[in-house]
DNA sequence: TTCTTCATATAGTTTTTCTATATCGCGGGG
DNA sequence: CCCCGCGATATAGAAAAACTATATGAAGAA
């Protein structure tokens, strides 16, 4: 690209548009300046081409012989940049990019996604879906939703719901579990990764962890409820990631008791940019998408 | 084209020399500046664009998901421009463009340009053969050849060598002059467009254009001399414009006396410009083409 | 830790670009 | 014929942008 340092860019777009529209009151006017300074951006630009694109006739200008094949190369390269501008811009106006973790993605998100799409047609939603918190700042993402304490710094936190978490199985072995203690008699399956502790449910009940019997163990939590839903044991669920298996019957809840975690449910933005109309919109479906659930949750539950 | 108004063209090329190239040192070494620069210009256009395209890394930054194909394509946008400039300034340079009339063209210049070629095969020669002078400072041309009394304002203008006329015509109707009082006997082809009168040849000898036959009469110079090749009658002929047919034997001059017209051969460049390289090369060449020219006529003529 | 390597913020200067005028050349209309 | 208007260009001053040279900060490497 070095052939582009000895030109201005702004004179090659002058003169292709001077070319083009074969007037410089024309030209200005597409560029947004005066006709002066139109002028001198193409007598610059010849000057650094050190040829002659337009030839001045008494009444304007018109191409030079050597100058048509400069300007149709001009021409087809500003209007590839013009596009690709077209589509940047216009992009960030339609499309909302949502960062996102995988399984609140694949178990909450994107289930309800269809009425979002649904209230505002206009608006593409994009999932990325990482593990790591994208910075809202110094990426592409309009607005992440994540689990956490609410202590990010350098953005916009607003929290959404508390976590909660509660033992789900499949109905056969809900069958066997009429007190929390009777937690004892089945397998358990866990989470290795997750921080959350069965200790902060049983507590209450005056029970601990240690009571509670071994069992499968898995690095994923979308793999534990699997497992609870394959009536491999109890899992210790949170209501978004559960909700829905519950609602389809695939899960049980054996007991009303939902403990919160020391987590809670966030929706990031950036601290220092404008908020587009496509991200208030999404917050506000997404608050009502979560009312519902809570009300779901409640009657799922019994 | 209008898109290209909300954004900085130049920020528009840091973004895509920064994103193609990885990292914003590399970039500044392409664009010339240093990389502070770079980094502004990128932070403002990304901003005009309203969306993030590098997504920056501890280690510097890599294009985000929508950013790579705005990244390709402003990639596509500005090497089209990238070739346009390389063209049309490497076409400068090793092309000359030559405007020459058209007849003066055909019957010297283009018959000798085969030498030039050979000398400077770098240089691609361009003709452009129009009767109308063109101005060297306000078209693409390099150098114009012109037949006039050398009275251009604002070019610069060189002699190269007077027109000398004379009579001309066919080998069977030169038998029939020995004296110039003979072509009263002969028709006579004219060019009704032509300036150069009989009177000028005559008057030494003490004849008048008055005295001569009638003949055909043709509105270009080149129909002339085809006639006068025809044997359908004398013509009144210059140097450049005969002396390849008499060498071949198509026509004889059959008289030694070339009386000069007031008119002349003159090498026209731009006043302002700089003269090139290629046009000093040419005038060296036209000027040995000329001496060689007029040392042919002389024996041509015997 | 400390060093190095990046990107970014900041301040001030330099450069460019723009606007507002005046000028010039040409052609059409009175 | 002269004058007017149109369109391009020159010029000067003002405005805006870009650049350089710093400092800062964050993260990986020694």
Redesign the pocket.
Known sequence: MKNLNRV?L??LRALEAAGRL????RA?DE???????V??????TERQLGTTVLE?T????EPTQSGRLLLARLFAGFRELDTAVEAAAGQTETTLTISVAPLFASKWLVPRLSRFRKLHPDIRVRLEATTELADPD?SDIDLALRIGTGNWPRVRVEFLLPQEVFPVCAPELAAQLSTPADLARLPIVRDTNSNLSWDQWLRPFGLSETMLAAGDTFTDAGLCLEAAIAGQGVMLAWQTLALDAIRSGLLVAPFRERIRSEFGYFLITSATRREAKKVSQFREWLKSEIAASEEGMETAIK
């Open positions: 201005h702004n004179g074969g007037s410089l009151q200005a560029l947004g300046v005066s006709p002066g300074a002028s001198q951006q193409i007598i610059k001045r008494p009444r304007g200008f110094r």
